[in-house]
T-cell receptor
Framework: AQSVTQLDSQVPVFEEAPVELRCNYSSSVSVYLFWYVQYPNQGLQLLLKYLSGSTLVKGINGFEAEFNKSQTSFHLRKPSVHISDTAEYFCAVVMRGRGKLIFGQGTELSVKP | DAGVIQSPRHEVTEMGQEVTLRCKPISGHDYLFWYRQTMMRGLELLIYFNNNVPIDDSGMPEDRFSAKMPNASFSTLKIQPSEPRDSAVYFC??????????????FGPGTRLTVL
């Protein structure tokens, strides 16, 4: 079975600082990896996804994530955050072709001026 | 495309009442998912359908919860009778799960349920 662990429940950061949100997964088969973002009082939106190929994936709003197979990690990064990036971020994994998405517990990113 | 549509957006009801949440998935998607989000438990998968057939309902908390998908464009999640601990945001999501699918799920805006 797959599982996802987001190592930080809350990450406070100042505006224009870099940020990394950590995600580790476990699975015995090939998986797809996703990051979703949830802004306050809204549904989840896809930020980026890793399917295959290049391990560095670029998403919307300047975010990127790197797939590291040996460390079973998929950390999300942004070199300079904005106030508008304040949201909850969810890492998720799905076994290829199986449909069932497993979410981590979420990381609350709080960007302060 | 209008995306995944959920109704109502907000529902306030009294304990013991029946609640029905509705979802219209994105046209052409063959998977539909119901999730529940609470502060205590985070985002939980309740049930999902493939081609209108329930595949995994292991996340449905108890018999008071039921879900149906009578056709490819409509699904309901019903709680009867409702209890205060059912208060949460309920999300519906859909995806295309074909042979070359990337399994990206698209979420609706959610229904915020409050049971008094």
């Amino acid at each position: 079975a797959q599982s996802v662990t987001q190592l930080d429940s809350q990450v406070p950061v100042f505006e224009e600082a870099p940020v990394e949100l950590r995600c580790n997964y476990s699975s015995s088969v090939s998986v797809y990896l996703f990051w979703y973002v949830q802004y306050p009082n809204q549904g989840l939106q896809l930020l980026l996804k890793y399917l295959s190929g290049s391990t560095l994936v670029k998403g919307i709003n300047g975010f990127e994530a790197e797939f590291n197979k040996s460390q079973t990690s998929f950390h999300l990064r942004k070199p300079s955050v904005h106030i508008s990036d304040t949201a909850e971020y969810f890492c998720a994994v799905v076994m290829r072709g199986r449909g069932k998405l497993i979410f981590g517990q979420g990381t609350e990113l709080s960007v302060k001026p | 495309d209008a995306g995944v549509i959920q109704s109502p957006r907000h529902e306030v009801t009294e304990m013991g009442q029946e609640v029905t949440l509705r979802c219209k998935p994105i046209s052409g998607h063959d998977y539909l998912f119901w999730y529940r989000q609470t502060m205590m438990r985070g985002l939980e998968l309740l049930i999902y359908f493939n081609n209108n057939v329930p595949i995994d309902d292991s996340g449905m908390p108890e018999d008071r919860f039921s879900a149906k998908m009578p056709n490819a464009s409509f699904s309901t999640l019903k709680i009867q009778p409702s209890e205060p601990r059912d208060s949460a945001v309920y999300f519906c999501a859909s995806s295309f799960g074909g042979a070359t699918s990337t399994d990206t799920q698209y979420f609706g805006p959610g229904t915020r349920l409050t049971v008094l």
